[in-house]
């Protein structure tokens, strides 16, 4: 009766860690979400725009004011402008916009180039409109690209690469350097780029977000995706946006428009005042900078060898030293019998390629923080 679209795909490696957390009461340091409460004054924005009225269908692209504050705010940051009549729509989360952006521009044959270990959306999309993935496998620990394999690996029926910095789920980060490369060989091959920034405001230590905006070659032909849901602390609002030149967006837009039309008004509006105060995600890599230092601190003289994260709220654990487990059967094992859930990564790379790593996400309060590491500083090797 029904030909699966997707038959390879199981439930997402975060529903079930999650689900196995809750089952066996173990401290969920697994799907990435923090354990803080949203701003109560945003929050209280959410409010009030129920109660000013703005309970009805928002305009198809968002609420023309928020997509000027995020048109403001690519400017100040990274330079360039988007018109926000026409170049930025309001998605719900980042998801709904890497959806649309593979929706509206990959075809059958169409050959897309992904990173591995890659955030699970990325495949599965492609695939659902008879697009074909190319994995290029980066390697840890520090998860670098080898630009050369890339150039080899794009075909006459490459149409696009998606990357993701700061990256999902190693922390590490794309240089300027690599943002050069990319942009040189995508304008030598005409290729699009899907450029996953939803970590642009976690990033650590003197590094600096290499934004696919701030490269006029790469911003002519980029879609750029945010989410609130990360910078906000608020992952459950599924709020997020996407920029890209008109040519594009107007493209975007069609299949949007099919997809959702419009995302939830109130929210909207109470993200266009909150946005206004730069200093709410502008503070937000030394806030999380913090808790990593705090935790990297507590984890001294565990078991794990640990390269400090360098963006993101995710920190891997590499535990080759421990246990000669898989990822999957380590992670498992952890949530079972020690109470703490993280997620194998194996699961997000090429051929579920198994390098000894697991992540924990740190976006908690320091108690959990703190009860985290007592558990995993107890686990030796056996
Ligand atoms: N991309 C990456 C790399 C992510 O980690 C996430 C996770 N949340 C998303 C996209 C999706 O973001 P959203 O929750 O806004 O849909
Ligand atoms: N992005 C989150 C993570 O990496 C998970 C989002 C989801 O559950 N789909 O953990």
Same mark, same amino acid.
Request: net charge neutral.
């Given at each position: 009766?029904?030909?699966?679209?997707?038959p390879?795909?199981?439930?997402?490696?975060f529903?079930?860690?999650?689900?196995?957390?809750?089952?066996?009461?173990?401290?969920?340091?697994?799907?990435?979400?923090?354990?803080?409460?949203?701003?109560?004054?945003?929050?209280?924005?959410?409010?009030?725009?129920?109660?000013?009225?703005?309970?009805?269908?928002?305009?198809?692209?968002?609420?023309?004011?928020?997509?000027?504050?995020?048109?403001?705010?690519?400017?100040?940051?990274?330079?360039?402008?988007?018109?926000?009549?026409?170049?930025? @729509?309001?998605?719900?989360?980042?998801?709904?916009?890497?959806? @649309?952006?593979?929706?509206?521009?990959?075809?059958?044959?169409d050959?897309?180039?992904?990173?591995?270990?890659?955030y699970?959306?990325?495949?599965?999309?492609?695939?659902?409109?008879?697009?074909?993935?190319?994995?290029?496998?980066?390697?840890?620990?520090?998860?670098?690209?080898?630009?050369?394999?890339?150039?080899?690996?794009?075909?006459?029926?490459?149409?696009?690469?998606?990357?993701?910095?700061?990256?999902?789920?190693?922390?590490?980060?794309?240089?300027?350097d690599?943002?050069?490369?990319?942009?040189?060989?995508?304008?030598?091959?005409?290729l699009?780029?899907?450029?996953?920034?939803?970590?642009?405001?976690?990033?650590?230590?003197?590094?600096?977000?290499?934004?696919?905006?701030?490269?006029?070659?790469?911003?002519?032909?980029?879609?750029?995706?945010?989410?609130?849901?990360?910078?906000?602390?608020?992952?459950?609002?599924?709020?997020?946006?996407?920029a890209?030149?008109?040519?594009?967006?107007?493209?975007?837009?069609?299949?949007?428009?099919?997809?959702?039309?419009?995302?939830?008004?109130?929210?909207?509006?109470?993200?266009?005042?909150?946005?206004?105060?730069?200093?709410?995600?502008?503070?937000?890599?030394?806030?999380?900078?913090?808790?990593?230092?705090?935790?990297?601190?507590?984890?001294?003289?565990?078991?794990?060898?640990?390269?400090?994260?360098?963006?993101?709220?995710?920190?891997?654990l590499?535990?080759?030293?421990?246990?000669?487990?898989?990822?999957?059967?380590?992670?498992?094992?952890?949530?079972?019998?020690?109470?703490?859930?993280?997620?194998?990564?194996?699961?997000?790379?090429?051929?579920?390629k198994?390098?000894?790593?697991?992540?924990?996400?740190?976006?908690? @309060?320091?108690?959990?923080?703190?009860?985290?590491a007592?558990?995993?500083?107890?686990?030796?090797?056996?």
């Amino acid at each position: 009766m029904i030909n699966s679209k997707l038959p390879n795909i199981e439930t997402s490696i975060f529903a079930k860690m999650s689900k196995m957390a809750a089952e066996h009461n173990a401290l969920n340091l697994s799907q990435g979400f923090p354990n803080f409460p949203s701003d109560p004054v945003l929050n209280a924005l959410v409010d009030q725009a129920m109660r000013d009225g703005f309970n009805q269908y928002a305009p198809m692209q968002g609420d023309f004011e928020l997509r000027m504050e995020i048109s403001k705010k690519i400017e100040n940051l990274h330079n360039p402008f988007y018109n926000p009549e026409t170049e930025i @729509t309001i998605t719900a989360g980042a998801t709904q916009a890497i959806f @649309t952006v593979i929706a509206a521009t990959i075809s059958k044959n169409d050959e897309v180039i992904i990173f591995t270990p890659a955030y699970d959306c990325y495949a599965p999309t492609v695939e659902l409109f008879g697009g074909k993935v190319v994995p290029i496998q980066l390697k840890p620990p520090f998860y670098t690209v080898d630009w050369q394999e890339v150039a080899d690996k794009i075909s006459s029926k490459t149409k696009m690469i998606i990357i993701n910095s700061p990256h999902n789920p190693s922390g590490m980060l794309f240089s300027k350097d690599d943002m050069l490369q990319l942009q040189n060989l995508a304008e030598k091959n005409d290729l699009l780029v899907l450029s996953d920034e939803v970590y642009e405001h976690i990033i650590f230590d003197e590094n600096v977000h290499q934004s696919a905006s701030k490269f006029p070659q790469l911003v002519a032909r980029s879609f750029v995706t945010g989410s609130f849901g990360k910078t906000f602390h608020n992952t459950g609002w599924k709020m997020g946006y996407c920029a890209a030149p008109e040519k594009l967006m107007k493209e975007f837009q069609k299949v949007h428009q099919f997809v959702v039309f419009c995302v939830n008004h109130p929210f909207q509006k109470a993200f266009a005042t909150y946005l206004k105060d730069a200093s709410h995600y502008l503070k937000l890599s030394d806030f999380y900078q913090q808790k990593r230092d705090f935790f990297l601190h507590l984890m001294e003289g565990s078991n794990f060898k640990i390269i400090p994260s360098r963006g993101t709220y995710f920190q891997m654990l590499d535990f080759s030293e421990i246990s000669k487990e898989s990822d999957i059967a380590f992670a498992e094992r952890l949530t079972k019998k020690f109470k703490i859930a993280t997620i194998p990564t194996s699961v997000f790379n090429e051929s579920g390629k198994d390098f000894k790593q697991i992540r924990i996400c740190f976006a908690k @309060t320091d108690q959990t923080l703190a009860e985290a590491a007592t558990i995993l500083k107890k686990i030796n090797s056996q």
